[in-house]
C-alpha cells in the first residue's frame, strides 16, 4: 500500500542521521514473499540508497533483522568480519545501524543508518531506544496512513452508490438502527415508496418475529470498520427481505460504514439471490450424497474382493471396480505394508472381529496416499473394508500446525480459554504483556487471574453476555500484570465451534498517553484562540472551515453548522453574494497549494455603511510538523467607508495592517492586538495554566510543538 507521507519520512532519516553521526539514512519497505527491498524514503549522497532503489533482500543487512527482535549493529565491518557479506560488498557500508518496523502485527520493513567509514564506538542505551522510537514512531504513521486509505476509500465507494446504484441500496442510523434514506431499487424491492420506507427501523425490513436475530446481525456488520458481505447466518439459513406484501426474499448484503454528517451510517447494497439459494440448495443435496458415498466399500472372501464400489476402485487408482474383482487385498499396498498389516492387523480380526487405523494405500501408478481403514468379520472368511482417502486431512493438520506457528510469532498476545475459562493454550507475547517469563505460567489458570475483581464482574456482564449472544466481542479493558501493576488494553475475545474462546491482546497504553496527551494540549490550544482579540478561522486545504473563535461568529449555532462547510456555502446561508464566497474559497485553496500568504480586499454593504475587509490567508502546517500543506488562516480587518474615502492603498498591507494594527483611514488609531501590547500575558487573558505531561514539563512533544508553530505563525 503506497504512503503518503514521503516528506516526513526522508525529515525522521534526517533527524537519525544527524543524532547518529552517519553519513545516509533510509526507510526500506521489505517483500518477504518475493524477497525484495525497496528504499521509500532517504538522505544522504549514497548511490544506492535513494528513494525507489530496489535490491534483493539477501544482498542487503536489512535481512539479519527479519529473524531477531533487536536492532542490528555494526562498527567496524572490516574488524567485525562482514567484508565477504554481499550486503558489504554492495553497499560498501563499514557502519551500519538498523531496526524493524512492524505495522498492524507485521514486518513492514526497516529504518537504518550507516557511513562508509567505521563507527568509533558503539551504540549506547540512549540511542537503541532513539532508534527503536523512531522505528515505532514510522510505524504509528503508517498505521494511521493505512486507516485514512481505508476511509477515504469507503467514502469514495459511498459517494458512487448515492450517484448510480443498479442494486437496492438502504442507509441506517447505527446509534438507532433507523433507516434514513433508501434509492428506487429499494424501493421495488420492499414494494413502498422511498418516503414511508425512510424512518422505519432496519427490524421491519425482515421477518416478523425474528427482530432479535436481525438485529445482532445488523449490530455484527456495523462494528468500526467493518465491510462485510453476508448472505446467510452462522447456521447456514438465509437472509430474507420481507416485502409489504409478506413475501420473503433471499438476499445478500454488502455492508459498510461511513460518517455523514456527524453520524455514524450504515450502507447496505440488497442483492435479489432467489435463484442463487435455489442452485445452492441443488448443490447442497448433491455434496450430501457424495459425502454420504465418501468411504469406499469393499467386500472380501479368503483374501479376495468380491465386492467393490467404484469410489473404493477410483481411490486406489483403477479406472473401473469390475477390475479389482477376484483380485487379492495385497494389490493394493506395497510389500512393506502387506507385511506390516498382515503382522499387526489381522491376528487383532481372529480375536476381536474388527480393526481400524491408518494405512498407506499404493496406486498402479506408484504414488501412494494416507487412508482411514475399518475391517469388520461378518463371516468366516468374509470381510467387510471401509476405505476413506485421509490426503485433505493430512493437508489441514499441516496447515494447523503452520497457523500454530504463526500465533506463537505474533506480537499481539494470544491466548485459548475452554467453556470453564481456563487458559488452554498462550503464545509468549501474551505471557509478556502480563509480565510473566513463559506462558506456562498462565496454562491451567483461569483468566480472571489476569484482572482485577471489578473488572472481572464488567467483563462478565458485557463480554461475556455478548459471547453467548452474538459469538464474539471487541472492547478495552484493564489488565493487572505479575507485579500488580494495570495497564489498558484492547481485548478481542471469539467463540470456536467447539466452545472454546480466543482471546487477543494488545497492550495501548502507549496510545492512550498519546490521547490524553493530545486532548490536553490540543484544549489547551483552543482556548488561547478563542480568547484571541482578532477574529480567525483555520480551515482545511480544500476551503472548509476547521475551527472559528467567537470574534469570527458570535452566534454559537452558526459556529457549529460552519465547521465543515465552505466560505461558498456560508455565503448562501447568510443570503450573501454567492461570488464572495466563491472568491474566498479560490484564494484559501491558492495559499494552500501555493504555500504563500494570499490577502485580498472585500467591499461590503452593511446596516452601519458600507465597510471594506482586508482578508489575509497564511499556510500553516500540520500538528506533526509535516510538510504538507492543510490548514489556514483568516485575518479580518475592516473599517467604515466614509464619503469620497477609497479603500485602503496596498502600501498600507504590511504586518501591522495584517494584524490589524495599522492605522484606518483618516489616521483613526486601531485597538491593539494582545500579541502587540507590551503587558498583554496569561492573566490579561485569563487563561488555565496548560497542563504539560504527569510531571509538569514543558510539553515537547511533535503535536505540540506543531500547535505552537501554529501560534507563532498567527499573524
Not at 422511498?194 to 456495523?222: M, S, V
Not at 477609497?646 to 494594527?661: K, N, T, Y
Not at 510531571?695 to 508553530?709: L, N, V
Amino acid at each position: 500500500m503506497a504512503c503518503r507521507r514521503g516528506n516526513g519520512f526522508g525529515l525522521s532519516c534526517r533527524q537519525g542521521v544527524d543524532r547518529f553521526g552517519v553519513e545516509v539514512g533510509f526507510l526500506a519497505q521489505i517483500d518477504l514473499a518475493e524477497s525484495t527491498h525497496r528504499t521509500v524514503a532517504a538522505v544522504g549522497a549514497h548511490p544506492k540508497l535513494q528513494k525507489g532503489a530496489e535490491a534483493d533482500l539477501p544482498d542487503t543487512y536489512c535481512r539479519e533483522l527479519i529473524t531477531q527482535s533487536e536492532a542490528l549493529s555494526i562498527e567496524n565491518a572490516e574488524e567485525q568480519g562482514w567484508t565477504t557479506d554481499p550486503a558489504y560488498q554492495t553497499y560498501d557500508l563499514s557502519c551500519y545501524l538498523g531496526t524493524k518496523i512492524i505495522v498492524e502485527g507485521r514486518v513492514y520493513g526497516t529504518v537504518c543508518f550507516g557511513s562508509r567509514k567505521p563507527r568509533s564506538a558503539p551504540l549506547g542505551p540512549g540511542d537503541e531506544a532513539a532508534l527503536e522510537l523512531l522505528a515505532q514512531s514510522i510505524g504509528r504513521v503508517l498505521e494511521q496512513d493505512r486507516r485514512e486509505q481505508k476511509t477515504d476509500a469507503i467514502r469514495d465507494k459511498y459517494e458512487l452508490l448515492l450517484e448510480a446504484a443498479p442494486d437496492p441500496v438502504i442507509l441506517a442510523d447505527i446509534d438507532t438502527g433507523r433507516l434514513v434514506e433508501v434509492n428506487q431499487k429499494a424501493a421495488e424491492l420492499i414494494g413502498a415508496s422511498e418516503e414511508k420506507i425512510a424512518g422505519r427501523h432496519q427490524t421491519d425490513l425482515h421477518p416478523d418475529g425474528e427482530a432479535g436475530r436481525y438485529r445482532r446481525l445488523f449490530q455484527a456488520c456495523c462494528r468500526p470498520g467493518a465491510e462485510e458481505t453476508v448472505r446467510h447466518f452462522e447456521d447456514g439459513s438465509p437472509i430474507y427481505v420481507q416485502t409489504d406484501d409478506g413475501e420473503e426474499i433471499p438476499v445478500e448484503i454488502s455492508a459498510a460504514t461511513v460518517e455523514v454528517g456527524g453520524r455514524q451510517i450504515a450502507v447496505g447494497i440488497f442483492r435479489d439471490i432467489t435463484e442463487q439459494e435455489k442452485r445452492r440448495r441443488t448443490i447442497e443435496s448433491s455434496l450430501r450424497a457424495i459425502e454420504e458415498a465418501a468411504d469406499g466399500i469393499a467386500v472380501l472372501e479368503d483374501g479376495r474382493y468380491v465386492y467393490v464400489d467404484e469410489t473404493h476402485a477410483d481411490m486406489y487408482g483403477f479406472e473401473s471396480a469390475e477390475v479389482l474383482l477376484g483380485a487379492s487385498w495385497q494389490r493394493l499396498y506395497d510389500a512393506d505394508e502387506v507385511a506390516r498389516l498382515e503382522e499387526e492387523v489381522f491376528p487383532t480380526l481372529e480375536e476381536a472381529g474388527h480393526w481400524q487405523g491408518e494405512v498407506t494405500g499404493s496406486r498402479p501408478d506408484g504414488t501412494t496416499f494416507p487412508a482411514a481403514l475399518s475391517l469388520t468379520v461378518v463371516s468366516e472368511g468374509r470381510l467387510v473394508c471401509t476405505v476413506r482417502d485421509m490426503t485433505d486431512r493430512r493437508q489441514k493438520e499441516r496447515a494447523l500446525r503452520h497457523r500454530s506457528s504463526a500465533m506463537e510469532a505474533a506480537s499481539d498476545g494470544i491466548a485459548i480459554l475452554d467453556e470453564a475459562g481456563t487458559y488452554r493454550y498462550v503464545n509468549q507475547a501474551h505471557a509478556s504483556i502480563y509480565g510473566y517469563d513463559a506462558p506456562g505460567a498462565l496454562v491451567g489458570r483461569s483468566w480472571t487471574a489476569c484482572y482485577e475483581e471489578a473488572e472481572q464482574q464488567r467483563l462478565e456482564a458485557e463480554a461475556m453476555a455478548a459471547l453467548e449472544e452474538t459469538g464474539d466481542w471487541r472492547g478495552e479493558a484493564r489488565g493487572v500484570r505479575e507485579d500488580g501493576s494495570s495497564f489498558p488494553q484492547e481485548l478481542t475475545l471469539t467463540v470456536l465451534e467447539d466452545g472454546s474462546i480466543v482471546c487477543v491482546v494488545r497492550d495501548i497504553t502507549a496510545r492512550k498517553e498519546d490521547e490524553r496527551e493530545l486532548r490536553s494540549t490540543k484544549q489547551y490550544y483552543e482556548q488561547i484562540l478563542e480568547k484571541a482579540v482578532k477574529d480567525l478561522a483555520v480551515f482545511k486545504p480544500d476551503g472548509r472551515y476547521e475551527f472559528v473563535n467567537k470574534q469570527s461568529v458570535a452566534d454559537p449555532e452558526l459556529r457549529e453548522w460552519i465547521i465543515g462547510h465552505t466560505n461558498l456555502e456560508y455565503c448562501r446561508k447568510r443570503g450573501v453574494d454567492p461570488e464572495l464566497g466563491r472568491r474566498r474559497d479560490r484564494a484559501i485553496r491558492t495559499a494552500a497549494e501555493e504555500q504563500r500568504t494570499t490577502q485580498f480586499e472585500e467591499r461590503m454593504e452593511t446596516p452601519d455603511g458600507v465597510r471594506h475587509f482586508l482578508r489575509t490567508h497564511k499556510p500553516i502546517t500540520d500538528v506533526e510538523g509535516g510538510g504538507d500543506p492543510c490548514r489556514g488562516l483568516r485575518n479580518r480587518y475592516h473599517r467604515a467607508e466614509e464619503a469620497g474615502a477609497g479603500p485602503p492603498p496596498a502600501a498600507r498591507q504590511d504586518r501591522g495592517l495584517v494584524q490589524g494594527h495599522a492605522p484606518g483611514a483618516h489616521g483613526r488609531r486601531p485597538r491593539r492586538g494582545f500579541r502587540s501590547h507590551p503587558r498583554a500575558s496569561r492573566e490579561h487573558l485569563r487563561l488555565p495554566a496548560p497542563q504539560h505531561g504527569i510531571r509538569g514539563r514543558r510539553d515537547h512533544s511533535p503535536r505540540a510543538d506543531g500547535i505552537r508553530r501554529h501560534l507563532r505563525a498567527l499573524p
